[in-house]
């Protein structure tokens, strides 16, 4: 079974410049994740599919991050314009259904770098 | 609002000793999973165990057991015989039972855990 696919794996940007990451869920995952990991610190969750809706955004800075998941497989997750503190990794995940309980299996990350 | 807290930012041990990885938590919710997810160096990041809050017997996963203590909340992570492929950032993460955020992962700061030959 393949994976949580995403790309790219690095990316450096100047500020006010833009951004898009890209993520290929687990086929079949009806729920897709997108966390920030800043430096040293734990993963934060930014937003949450159901399908292709969104069902929490409340920790997402809307004025400079959007993100789409259309017909309910890849996802999109896009900055602009991106700040110095916007440097950090940027990881999917994906789970079977959204469940409190259930496993996410997570990809392996785009390391974004603004300079 | 959950919080997750992980004391040690970096622990080591021997190779074929025994290592306990400390979280404590915080929730409103009765019920909810707590999860240790292990991030190996530049590998991407997967479930080690999980506990369900309403089970009182710890889970276990061969050489990967929990002591969870509901009234104290706590949520410790016990590596037995520990190799060389331990080493790894671990996160302490609690699921969210209720409201909008259903389904979110509130993680911890997570400890780099070093296993030495």
């Known amino acids: 079974e393949a994976g949580v696919a995403q790309s790219p794996r690095y990316k450096i940007i100047e500020k006010r410049q833009s951004v898009a990451f890209w993520c290929n869920p687990i086929s079949g995952h009806a729920t897709l994740y997108w966390y920030q990991q800043i430096l040293g610190q734990g993963p934060k969750l930014l937003i949450q599919?159901?399908?292709?809706?969104?069902?929490?955004d409340s920790q997402l800075p809307k004025d400079r991050f959007s993100a789409e998941r259309l017909k309910g497989v890849d996802s999109t997750l896009k900055i602009q314009p991106a700040k110095l503190e916007d440097s950090a990794v940027y990881l999917c995940?994906?789970?079977?259904?959204?469940?409190?309980?259930?496993?996410?299996?997570f990809g392996p990350g785009t390391r974004l770098t603004v300079l | 609002a959950q919080t997750v807290t992980q004391s040690q930012p970096e622990m080591s041990v021997q190779e074929a000793e025994t290592v306990t990885l400390s979280c404590t938590y915080d929730?409103?919710?009765?019920?909810?999973?707590l999860f240790w997810y292990k991030q190996p160096p530049s590998r991407q990041m997967i479930l080690v165990i999980r506990q369900e809050a309403y089970k009182q017997q710890n889970a276990t996963e061969n050489r990967f057991s929990v002591n969870f203590q509901k009234a104290a909340k706590s949520f410790s992570l016990k590596i037995s015989d520990s190799q060389l492929g331990d080493t790894a950032m671990y996160f302490c993460?609690?699921?969210?039972?209720?409201?909008?955020?259903?389904?979110?992962?509130?993680f911890g700061q997570g400890t780099i855990l070093t296993v030495h030959p």
């Open positions: 995940a994906s789970s079977l259904a959204r469940a409190y309980y259930n496993e996410q299996f």
């Open positions: 929730t409103s919710e009765s019920n909810y999973y």
């Open positions: 599919f159901q399908n292709n809706g969104v069902v929490d």
């Open positions: 993460a609690s699921g969210h039972s209720g409201g909008t955020s259903y389904g979110k992962l509130t």
